[in-house]
C-alpha cells in the first residue's frame, strides 16, 4: 500500500526475534529427545524420527531465519502530530493508522530478555482497541511515549 | 430530597428472588443427588441446611433493605449501604450520564420503578453505577427533575448566575418512533429465539427426568416406543413448535409498546408490556448506527437498526447493543434516522469490490463447507455427500457478501457495508472511529487489491466494520479520508 511510515525498529530486534526461535526448535528438539527413547526403549516405528527431524529442520529455517527477516524488514511505524501509522505482517500486510486525538494512554512494557537488549515494547491504547510496536530501541521507546502522550494530551475530545 | 430516603420494602422480596435466582441451579441438585423426594427416602439434613440457608438469604435480604439510604446532597447522589461492611458511594450530579427505568413483575402493581444511575465509568462488564431496586414513580421522576436542574445549572455556570426562582422545566419529550403491532410480530415470528427456548426445554426436561421415579413409568415408555417412531417424531415436532410459540410471546410482550422519544440531549427507548424497561442512551455517546439484515427478514424487506454507543451497562442487558429500530421496513429507516440522528445519512450506490474479487468471496466462504464435506461423504458415504448441498448453500452466501460489499464517503461519514451471513452497512462519521487498517496478504497485493476495517468504541470494546478485497486504490483513499481527521473538528455539544 502506498509510501511505507518512515521509521523501522531496533535492529537487535532481529537478533531477540531469533533467539525465541532458538527457544522453540530447542522445544521441539526435546520432544525430539524423548521420541528417541521412546523409539529405542518401546520400538516404536523408526519413520517416526525422519518426521520430527524433518520438523527440525523446517523450524530451523522457518522461525529463526524466514520469519524474523520478514517481519522486521515488515514493521514500520511514523509518528506525526496529526497520527500514528503503523505496517505490519508477514503474509498479510495490515496499515493501521491512529490518530493522536484518539490516543487515550500509553504504554511501555519490558521483559527480562528485551531488557538484556535494551529493547522496550510500546502499546498504545484507544478507547476501543491496543496497538503494540514491539522491540523498540530502550530509549527511542521513551522519547516515543513522551512525545505520543504530550501531542495526546493537546489533541484533547471526548470519546 | 436531602433526607436520607429507604427503598420500598419490596426491595428485600426482589432481593430475595434475586439470589435465589442464582442459587437454583444449585438447590436443584441437591434435590436431584438427594433421592427421591416422591418415594419417600429423603436424607433430612441436606435439606436442613438449605432450609438454613434459605432464611439466611431472606434476612440478608431484609437487613440490606433496611441499610440501604439514598439522598441528594452537596450536588451528589450519595447512597450508603452494606450488610457487614458499611459501604458509601457518592456520585457528582454531573458526572451522571442517565437514568434508566424498567419495571419487573413486582414492581408494577405496586406502581415502582427501578432506577439504574449511569456514569461514564460504569462498563457493561461491571453493571451500573449504582442501583436504587425499587422506588417510587414519583421519587423516581423528582429524582430525575432533581438531576436534570443540577446538571443544568453546573452547565450554566460561570456564565451568568441563574435566578433561582426561575423553575427549569425539563423539555417535553417528542415520540421519534413507535413499532406497530404488526412489526412486532413479523419480528417474533421471524426471530431466532426458538432456538433458546428450545435448550431451556431441553435443560428442564433433562433435570426434571430425574425427578420422576422412573422404574414405575419405564414399562409405559416401552410401550410407548412400541408404537414408534411417528409418535416420536411428531412429538418432538410438537415441542418444537410449542417453544416456537413460547418464543414468540416472549418477543411480543418484551418489545410490546416500543418507542424511542427525543428529550432534549438523550435517546430514550422505552418498551414492555408485563415487565417495562426504559432506557436513556445521551446523544454525544452515540458512536456510529448499523443496519443489520439478516437471510430471513431481508426478502421480507425488513431490517434492524442497532446503536453503536461508547458506555453505560445498558448495553449489558439482553443485547450487547443496543437495538434502536428492531424491526423496520428498509425504505422506512431513513425518515426515521432523519429525525433522530439528523446528520447521519443513509446512503445508496456503494462503490463495490471489483470483478476479480468475486472468486476470493466465494473460496472465503465456502472453503470450510467443501473441506469438510470430503471427509464427510467418504465416512457417511450415501448421505454425507449431502453435505455438498451446504458447500453449495455457502458458494451462495459468498456470492452475496460479494453482491454486497460496498463502501461510499459523503462528507465526515464512512458507510461500510458487508455480509458474512448478516448483512451489516455500518455509518460511521469520521470523528468516532478509534482506528482504521487497511490489510493486504501477499496474492492480494499482486491483485492490487486490499481489506479496509474501522473499530469503533462500543460499550467497553470494539465494534468493527470491515469491507473485503476492495480495489487497492479505494482502500487508500478511505485510508487518507481518515487521515485528515485533525482539519474536521466535531460539531460543537454541550
Redesign the interface.
Known sequence: ??NQPAQQISKRALTLWRIYGVIQVMIVVLLTIGLTVAVFLWNWPWWLLLIALGIILIELIVTIWLIPTLRWKRWRYEVSE??IDLQY?I????????????VQHVDTEQGPLLRKFRLSTISIS????I?KIPALDENEAERLRQSISSLARV?E??? | MFEPRRLHPISAVINFVKTLKDAALPLIIVFVLNGNILSGDVELIPLLIWAGVLILVLGSGIIRWLRFTYRMEEGELRIEHGLIFRKKRYIPIDRIQSLDFSEGIFHRPLNLVKVSVET?GSTGTQGAEAELTAIHRKEADELETLIFQEKHKTNEEGQEVVEDEEEITPPTREKVYGMTMKDIVWMAVTSGGAGVVISGVAVFFSQFMDLIPLGSIYREVLDWIQIGFLVVAFSVFLILLIAYGISIIMTIFRYAYFSVYLDADDLIITRGWLEKKQMTIPL??I?GIRIDENLIRQPLGYASVTLIS??GSVLKGDEHQLKLLPMIKKREIEGVIQKILSDYQIGSDFKQPPKRSLYRYLIRHAWFGFLAAIPLSIFFFPYGMLSIIAGLFLLVLGWLAYHDAGWKINDHQLTLRSRTIIKQTYVMKK?R??????????FQ?RASL?SVRM????GS???VAHCYYLE?DD??QV?DW??T??KVK?PAEN
Open positions: 500500500m502506498e496529526q497520527d505482517g503474509f498479510i500486510v495490515t496499515r493501521t493508522l491512529v490518530p493522536m486525538v484518539r484507544t478507547a476501543a482497541t496497538h489533541a475530545d471526548d470519546v | 461514564a454525544n455517546r458512536q461508547a458506555g470523528y472511529i478509534q482506528a482504521a487498517s487497511g490489510t493486504q496478504s501477499f497485493r486490499s473499530t469503533l468504541k462500543s470494546g470494539g465494534a487497492e482502500t487508500n485510508l481518515y487521515r481527521l485533525n466535531k
